[in-house]
């Protein structure tokens, strides 16, 4: 559980509050010449994908004139708390973080939000103090990852959705659009399913939301026990990154593959391979470079002064970046955008 910010914490800040006031108001250094920043770009845990967006807030530090510290907590929630602490502390101008469960960590955005300028990227904490939100839709994107469950297996079938939390906000919308699309329902983010229920229609059932807490041991033995228990399963839907990988172990192990088709998130590697080679149907691929970059384009702007409507922020606070769907028709050109974007040869990614 969420380990609230100690009090030795809140009395640093508290009294380093006026000093980090006038370090985030001060635009310039003594020689008249910008001041360079000193941003944080926090994930919410260690994946392939993070590696992308972390490459996106470099670019982004260097192209808007700051460091940038790019941290992936290990160890869950309460590595991602002392690493805002510790940010805090130091005196950090800025900070986008992807919260790892936003309920439970309102009173540490709010502390830090209060201390420093808080942008959420990748999965949003919309009852905190945050700035804005940069990422996609996961509800939609969820949508369209249930689009392709659809094309997979159009005759119908059992469903079973892998995960790595139910607190992450991004992982309860991705999830509950998937849902709806596979199910036909119309178009409601506020909507959730329980977890541990089975909604179904008269042509599909979904089996149940397997959690993993980002143990990738953990998450391949889901696989596995979905394999056993359900040997009539029709498709596996992989909601992070690391999930669908896993999934193909597992169903390399049991001898399925090509049996059950798997549907993905994100761009790993072996995820767009299984695409090229027919054992993954396709996977919603976001764009965690410009995460990254977008995210430090605020922070900066922000930290010198500027104002959300001068930086093209929406009312709403949400800058949407679309996702794209990935099949093995057009897996070739991605693949050849993202490492050209990776390499800094171009834009990459729409």
């Given at each position: 559980?969420?380990?609230?910010?100690?009090?030795?914490?809140?009395?640093?800040?508290?009294?380093?509050?006026?000093?980090?006031?006038?370090?985030?108001?001060?635009?310039?250094?003594?020689?008249?010449?910008?001041?360079?920043?000193?941003?944080?770009?926090?994930?919410?845990?260690?994946?392939?994908?993070?590696?992308?967006?972390?490459?996106?807030?470099?670019?982004?530090?260097?192209?808007?004139?700051?460091?940038?510290?790019?941290?992936?907590?290990?160890?869950?929630?309460?590595?991602?708390?002392?690493?805002?602490?510790?940010?805090?502390?130091?005196?950090?101008?800025?900070?986008?973080?992807?919260?790892?469960?936003?309920?439970?960590?309102?009173?540490?955005?709010?502390?830090?939000?209060?201390?420093?300028i808080l942008i959420t990227q990748d999965s949003d904490a919309p009852k905190s103090d945050r700035l804005c939100y940069v990422g996609m839709d996961n509800y939609i994107a969820g949508r369209?990852?249930?689009?392709?469950v659809l094309e997979a297996i159009p005759q119908g079938g059992k469903v079973a959705i892998f995960v790595g939390r139910m607190d992450q906000d991004n992982a309860r919308r991705r999830r509950?659009?998937?849902?709806?699309?596979?199910?036909?329902?119309?178009?409601?983010?506020?909507?959730?399913?329980?977890?541990?229920?089975?909604?179904?229609?008269?042509?599909?059932?979904?089996?149940?939301?397997?959690?993993?807490?980002?143990?990738?041991?953990?998450?391949?033995?889901?696989?596995?026990?979905?394999?056993?228990?359900?040997?009539?399963?029709?498709?596996?839907?992989?909601?992070?990154?690391?999930?669908?990988?896993?999934?193909?172990?597992?169903?390399?192990?049991?001898?399925?593959?090509?049996?059950?088709?798997?549907?993905?998130?994100?761009?790993?590697?072996?995820?767009?391979?299984?695409?090229?080679?027919?054992?993954?149907?396709?996977?919603?691929?976001?764009?965690?470079?410009?995460?990254?970059?977008?995210?430090?384009?605020?922070?900066?702007?922000?930290?010198?002064?500027?104002?959300?409507?001068?930086?093209?922020?929406?009312?709403?606070?949400?800058?949407?970046?679309?996702?794209?769907?990935?099949r093995q028709d057009n897996v070739d050109e991605f693949w050849s955008e993202l490492k050209a974007t990776l390499a800094g040869d171009g834009s990459g990614q729409e």
């Amino acid at each position: 559980s969420l380990q609230t910010p100690s009090i030795a914490f809140l009395r640093i800040t508290l009294g380093l509050m006026v000093v980090f006031a006038v370090g985030c108001n001060s635009s310039g250094s003594d020689d008249g010449s910008e001041k360079k920043l000193k941003l944080a770009y926090v994930t919410n845990g260690v994946a392939s994908f993070w590696v992308i967006g972390g490459e996106g807030a470099k670019a982004g530090g260097e192209e808007f004139n700051a460091d940038v510290e790019v941290l992936m907590p290990p160890g869950g929630i309460t590595d991602q708390t002392a690493m805002v602490e510790d940010l805090v502390t130091k005196g950090i101008d800025g900070i986008a973080i992807s919260p790892i469960d936003p309920d439970n960590q309102v009173d540490l955005l709010n502390t830090a939000a209060q201390r420093t300028i808080l942008i959420t990227q990748d999965s949003d904490a919309p009852k905190s103090d945050r700035l804005c939100y940069v990422g996609m839709d996961n509800y939609i994107a969820g949508r369209m990852c249930g689009e392709l469950v659809l094309e997979a297996i159009p005759q119908g079938g059992k469903v079973a959705i892998f995960v790595g939390r139910m607190d992450q906000d991004n992982a309860r919308r991705r999830r509950q659009g998937v849902i709806d699309a596979v199910l036909g329902r119309d178009i409601d983010p506020t909507r959730f399913d329980d977890p541990g229920a089975k909604p179904s229609n008269e042509k599909y059932e979904i089996l149940g939301t397997y959690t993993d807490k980002f143990n990738f041991e953990v998450a391949k033995a889901k696989a596995e026990d979905v394999l056993s228990a359900h040997p009539d399963v029709s498709a596996m839907v992989g909601l992070f990154a690391y999930n669908p990988p896993l999934i193909l172990e597992a169903l390399e192990g049991a001898e399925k593959l090509g049996q059950v088709k798997v549907i993905g998130f994100d761009e790993q590697d072996e995820t767009l391979i299984g695409i090229q080679n027919g054992h993954i149907h396709g996977t919603v691929v976001q764009n965690p470079y410009e995460y990254g970059r977008q995210s430090m384009r605020l922070l900066a702007g922000l930290a010198r002064g500027e104002t959300l409507e001068s930086l093209d922020v929406p009312d709403s606070k949400l800058i949407y970046i679309p996702a794209t769907q990935v099949r093995q028709d057009n897996v070739d050109e991605f693949w050849s955008e993202l490492k050209a974007t990776l390499a800094g040869d171009g834009s990459g990614q729409e």
